[in-house]
Every structure is written in C-alpha cells, then in structure tokens.
C-alpha cells in the first residue's frame, strides 16, 4: 500500500491533479477487490493479431551473382567432356562463346552445347561472331559469305534481312542464341582495314538501314543480335586487339556521324550493345569506353535498356593495362552488364575479383544485381530468381512492310548474287558514301552523369594495376 501510494506521488509530479484523483479512487477500488492485498492481478490481454507473411526475395548466392555476368570462350574445347567447358557451366557463368577452335562438325557441336546446357543451373547464351565475310567464326557450319559492304552494295536491305535469316537458322540450329553481329561503325577505308569492309557503309542512313536489316533477319531466325562497336570505332586505324588507341572527336561531331546508327538501333528496340576498347576524348579520353562510366552514361541517355556488354577484356587495349580480375570489376562498376572474355580459364579469378569489390565495397551491389539480372533475363532466366530485381529487356520490331522469311531458293540467290561482284550491284551501290549536311540531326544534349563517380578509386588512375604483359591475350573476338 506504501509502494502505491509513493507511486502515486511519483506519478503526481507529472499529471494534473484531476487526473490524479480519479487514478487514486481506481486503484482504491481494484486493492479492495483483491483483498487490500499488496499484489495487482494483471488485466487480460487481448489475444495478439498475427502479422501477415511479407513478401521477400533472396537473391542467389553473391558468387553466383557475379558469374551470371560473364560470357566465357572456351578455347579448343569440342566435346562436353573437356573439363574448362563442365567447369565453367558449373562456375553459373551467363553465357559461353564460341570460336572457330569449338567448330568441328554441325553434328559435334550441336552435341556440345546440348550437353552443356543439359549441365548447366538455367539457360544459358550462347554466342559467336558470325558477320559474314572476314568475321565468321562458324564458317565450317554456315559457309563463306560476303562481307557486309559488299552486300550492302549488292543487294536491297529486304534481300540482306533473307540472307542474315538463313545464317541464324543455321547458328540455331546448332544451338546458337547470341550473334556479336552487325556492324553499327562509319568505314569507307580499305577493305582489310580494323573496321574496313566489316562496316555496311561510310553514310550513317545506309549503315543503319543495312545493319538493321541484318539484324532483323538474325531475329527471325531467333537468334538475338549485337549491335557494335558503341560508340563507334570506325574513326580510329588502331587495332585494339593489340594497343589503345583515342578519338579525338567532340561529342557534337560523333552524335552527328557515328552515334546515328546507334540511335536508330536503340530506337527499334536493339537487346544488346557492345562496347569497344578505344579513348574517346569527349568521353572518358583516358580509359577505353568499355571501362568508362561516361560512356555507358551517354548510352543509357539514348534511351537504351538491354544490356550492354564490353567486348573481349582479353584484347591489348584492356589486357595489357589491368589484369582480368580488375577489368571485370572496373567494367561492371562503370555500367557493363555483360563481360566478354574468350579465354574463359580466367573466368573463376574475375568471378572471384567481382565478388572482393562488392565485399570491400569498392562495387556496389545493387550495381553487380542490375548486371546479373539483365544478363539473366537475356537468356531466358527470371532475374528475380538470380538478383531479386525485375528487369525487362527491349526487343527489335519488325519493321513496317519488311519482307516475309524467304524460301531457301530465294537466299540462296542472295547469296550467290551477293558474291558475284560489283558488276551486279545496282541502287545502294550508287548511293553517295558521304552524309549531306543537312541530313544531319541536332545534337542530343547528355548530361553523361556517370554510373561510378571517376573520382572514386577505381577511376581516378589509368595506370596499369598488374605488370603489364608483353602480348595481349589472344582474343578472336572483335
């Protein structure tokens, strides 16, 4: 009875004294009831609502995170019971590259990859580099073919969607799903030269509808297209499988040339673009553009969504300045979905050197999730499922009037007219090469706010942080 009272007091000094009367008069009737005992029993309590389940994700395993942004070669591997090829399937990298040493047999590799992917956690991408012309990894299972010049000059852009659809049914019909094919870049430079007849056109209109047309017709066959070289690299002579190099051009000059055919391809819907290894001074000039946030920047402000994958970090403008390890983690931080190397045996070192950076904080997580989902969702995955992130990936349209799937005749022609010279070339072939001034759009304006800030650590040196190796690695891909 003291203790209530000191209580009460206690309990005073902070209510008015109303309150206080009314309090006391209640405990007087609630100690009379039990008794005048010392002890208060306890209410009853209402039974307590139980919380609804909330929906929650948990995304798979950080190192399975990271290898989901991978696309691995295999070198010399030809058979499913070659280790490097169960290894990597087993590493959950996103996808596999095929180069012409994977190429024995339509039979044999169609046998690879069913067994690979029968291996494998979820779907899998696989892709080669299959441009027709010099570019033709799978030439034993497609055949020779002409360059993309020549059948731009060659042939109506209906005729090249007809002659690309017959070539991705047959990388389908191995078990193909991802071409590193057309050609975006600006060339009108000798034959052999870096980019040379690789390229459709010099004229940013015929580049464009040219390359899209290629492009539609891989879709068709159900094989999914890359648009390259973003930026652009048809500017520079310099062979990145080898060295650097820097384009020295505004971004005034590139939006008004180079980045036309990009725009276009974004516009209809491009899934994927690969970025190539030069300095572009309007952009990063120091780092090449597939390690620079500027340039990934400057894509997503043209309104791109897929994925955006660096070309081969095996090559000498990359490898020759940073180990494969760190030019994962750069690649990624700067806004890379996808890192291409063909020599997979480095796969599980950048798998490793990923997961590090997000561990030290030097790559953000939220970044290696958007990475790994996009890729995922490229090959048929749920990027839930991989990174709890729902992504949903552009895809080319068909364009109005374009031509139906052509009959095997009808290709066949394509292709033997395409290789028969220039004599045979008639309309594109008379089409000037140089674009006229006033066809030339108005600069977009791009805030290129970068993915990773080039002050944080991973951008503020272009110095090399391994030894640099006297030969780059060496890397078909291009």
Not at 132 to 147: F, H, K, Y
Not at 203 to 221: K, R, T, W
């Amino acid at each position: 009875m003291h203790a209530a009272r000191d209580a009460l007091r206690t309990y005073g000094d902070r209510v008015p004294r109303a309150c206080l009367r009314r309090a006391g008069l209640v405990l007087a009737a609630v100690l009379l009831l039990a008794g005048c005992t010392d002890t208060v029993a306890p209410a009853p309590r209402k039974a307590a609502t139980k919380a609804k389940p909330t929906m929650s994700c948990s995304p798979a395993p950080l190192e399975r995170r990271a290898a989901a942004t991978l696309i691995a070669g295999m070198p010399h591997v030809t058979s499913a019971s070659d280790a490097l090829g169960r290894s990597l399937v087993d590493l959950g990298v996103g996808g596999l590259f095929l180069s012409e040493a994977n190429v024995e047999s339509a039979r044999q590799l169609t046998a690879l990859l069913r067994d690979l992917r029968s291996r494998a956690r979820g779907p899998l991408l696989v892709s080669t580099d299959e441009e027709s012309g010099r570019v033709a990894l799978t030439r034993e299972i497609v055949g020779p073919g002409p360059s993309p010049r020549r059948l731009a000059r060659q042939q109506p852009p209906a005729q090249v969607r007809g002659f690309a659809a017959e070539l991705g049914r047959e990388l389908a019909g191995v078990g193909v799903n991802l071409d590193l094919a057309p050609l975006f870049d600006l060339d009108a430079g000798p034959s052999d030269g870096i980019v040379g007849d690789r390229s459709f056109s010099a004229d940013p209109q015929i580049a464009s509808e040219y390359a899209l047309a290629f492009s539609n017709g891989l879709v068709d066959a159900g094989i999914t297209p890359t648009v390259k070289h973003f930026p652009g690299q048809g500017r520079s002579a310099v062979d990145t499988h080898r060295d650097g190099g820097l384009v020295k051009a505004t971004l005034q000059e590139l939006q008004a040339t180079d980045l036309r055919p990009f725009q276009d391809a974004i516009d209809a819907g491009a899934p994927v673009v690969m970025l190539n290894h030069l300095g572009y001074t309007a952009l990063d000039g120091g780092l090449p553009a597939t390690m620079s946030p500027k340039a990934y920047a400057l894509l997503r402000e043209m309104g791109f969504e897929g994925v955006a994958m660096t070309d081969s970090v095996g090559m000498g403008a990359v490898n020759l300045r940073w180990d494969f390890p760190e030019a994962a983690v750069r690649a990624v931080a700067a806004g890379a979905d996808a890192v291409l190397v063909t020599d997979g045996t480095q796969a599980e070192r950048m798998r490793d050197g990923l997961v590090d950076a997000v561990r030290s904080g030097r790559l953000p997580e939220t970044r290696l999730n958007e990475a790994a989902a996009r890729v995922t969702a490229l090959a048929g995955g749920d990027p839930n499922r991989i990174a709890c992130v729902a992504v949903q990936l552009p895809t080319f349209g068909r364009t109005a009037g374009a031509a139906p799937r052509p009959s095997g005749s009808a290709t066949a022609s394509a292709r033997g007219s395409a290789s028969a010279g220039p004599t045979a070339s008639t309309g594109p072939a008379q089409r000037s090469a140089t674009p006229s001034p006033s066809s030339s759009p108005t600069p977009r304006k791009s805030p290129l706010v970068p993915v990773a800030s080039p002050s944080s650590p991973l951008f503020r040196s272009a110095a090399p942080t391994t030894s640099p190796r006297s030969s780059p690695t060496s890397s078909p891909a291009g």
